[in-house]
């Protein structure tokens, strides 16, 4: 049963990071940091498949783009894009499903309690994305709030609620649950 698990586990988290880069495609570009949909599925990680799958997932997309593959905002890719303006907030990503998969993890699912993890896993990644874009670009704070993470509150908004209305519905389909994801996988019946 634990290869099957394995299995199951490793083929979401693919189809997860395939996610990650297809929101990477539908990207705004408004500056150096466009608007993109993949922090949804990055956030949407941790919620479906717990901290440990929910890292490999993002490790996955973020290995791809670093080997050159066009997974990236604006079908880039590369390990330029680590060193880039928007560097800290591809790197931020891993913190930030750290944080949102040790809010949730062994917890009973529930809405405002995905929402509220999000929401500090935004702030965790705005503080990674931020603080590389301010020294990247030379900007003060207030530029760097303004051009990083202004624009973008209302969207991020918007993904932290679509990601937990989608988590909900995806977790009895998936027939995963957090504390399992998180830890190990599900005996048969009978086994202890």
């Known amino acids: 049963m634990s290869e099957i698990y394995q299995l199951r586990m490793s083929v979401y988290a693919s189809l997860i990071a395939a996610l990650m880069a297809v929101g990477a495609y539908l990207a705004i570009p408004i500056g150096p940091v466009p608007i993109v949909l993949q922090n949804m599925f990055v956030f949407l990680a941790p919620l479906l498949l717990g901290r440990r799958w929910g890292l490999a997932a993002v490790c996955v997309y973020l290995l791809a783009g670093a080997c050159g593959l066009p997974v990236f905002a604006g079908g880039m890719g590369g390990l330029g894009r680590f060193v880039g303006p928007t560097g800290g907030f591809l790197l931020g990503y891993l913190p930030a499903v750290l944080v949102i998969g040790l809010l949730v993890s062994g917890k009973k699912s529930h809405f405002w309690r995905d929402i509220l993890a999000m929401t500090i896993g935004s702030v965790v990644l705005y503080a990674c994305g931020l603080s590389w874009l301010k020294w990247m670009l ?16 209302m969207g991020d908004a918007f993904k932290i609620v679509a990601a937990a209305a989608l988590a909900k519905s995806l977790r009895p389909i998936l027939m995963i649950k957090r504390s399992a994801a998180a830890a190990s996988p599900p005996q048969p019946a009978g086994i202890q």
Do not use: D, E, N, R
């Not at 030379?138 to 509150?153: E, N, Q």
């Open 138 to 153: 030379g900007f003060t704070w207030s530029k760097a709030l303004a051009v990083g993470m202004f624009p973008f509150l």
